[in-house]
């Protein structure tokens, strides 16, 4: 019987990019997502029964009480993990970083941010508020104003009333399924339409990207199956490589932009 990681890989051509993220918020957390039945899965992750049905014919499986089985089959695969080298684990999660990377169109976020008289941060949780910070700090040494608001929506709110024209909005939120939090963001569409939101979550379809302008995404390494760590223990660190490969790449963009325009003078 094959396993469902080798179901994947065998229908990876046949699958969408609306797939490949199903695919990605299922083993996310398979254990959970076992569990749940077809209504309450397809609510969880934002997508069609239909959708669901259409992933488990493409992978081969007889319907959604086999993808079920694989789902838990695969969780109890990953409980004996501790045998997995850590430093090759990390490794392989960082490459994916770079790869993600290196298709993603950073084009318009770089003439989005060139604009951008000031940069707002907002963010939730303690680990994505180091995250925030430290996109504040690199994009202060390549030049960018920014102000780092408080975790209240107080504060989401007033900078809604002080943004300009074409300021950002990087809001920082691990899950981007924060209902109060999407419904003031809603709220600031609705009042201020000079600011370009950008999110930036864990791969997939969310609320929050879902009224973002711009969709920014960051992995995580999940250290929990290894023996001797705790049920949470998550590291961030593909999100700084991220953040590092963005802002430098846009610090040169900037530079090269700055040369065309003063050739052409």
């Known amino acids: 019987m094959s396993s469902l990681s080798a179901r994947i890989f065998e229908a990876r051509k046949k699958l969408s990019d609306t797939d490949e993220a199903l695919v990605k918020q299922l083993l996310d957390d398979p254990k959970g997502n076992s569990q749940l039945s077809l209504a309450e899965l397809s609510e969880k992750l934002y997508v069609s029964k239909s959708a669901i049905f259409r992933l488990c014919k493409k992978l081969g499986l ?34 994916g970083v770079i790869q993600q990377y290196k298709h993603y169109n950073c084009e318009p976020f770089f003439i989005g941010l060139e604009k951008a008289g000031t940069v707002y941060l907002y963010s939730t949780g303690w680990q994505q508020e180091l995250i925030a910070n430290y996109i504040a700090k690199e ?8 102000t780092v608001l408080p975790s209240a929506f107080d504060e989401l709110r007033r900078c809604s009333s002080w943004a300009k024209k074409d300021d950002m909005l990087i809001i920082v939120t691990f899950s981007g399924n924060r209902e109060r939090l999407y419904e003031e963001l809603n709220k600031i569409r609705l009042t201020n339409n000079r600011l370009n939101i950008v999110s930036l979550t864990r791969p997939g379809a969310n609320k929050i990207t879902s009224i973002s302008d711009f969709s920014l995404f960051f992995d995580t390494i999940d250290f929990s199956t290894y023996k001797g760590f705790s049920n949470e223990k998550i590291s961030f660190s593909p999100a700084y490589v991220y953040v590092d490969l963005l802002i430098n790449e846009y610090y040169l963009w900037h530079n090269n932009q700055k040369e065309q325009n003063n050739g052409e003078a």
Do not use: C
């Open 62 to 95: 007889s319907g959604y009480s086999e993808l079920k089985f694989e789902l838990m089959r695969t969780f109890d695969e990953t409980e004996v993990e501790s045998t997995i080298d850590i430093v090759d684990k990390t490794a392989g999660i960082l490459k």
């Open 139 to 146: 994009l202060f040494l390549v030049g960018k104003n920014t």
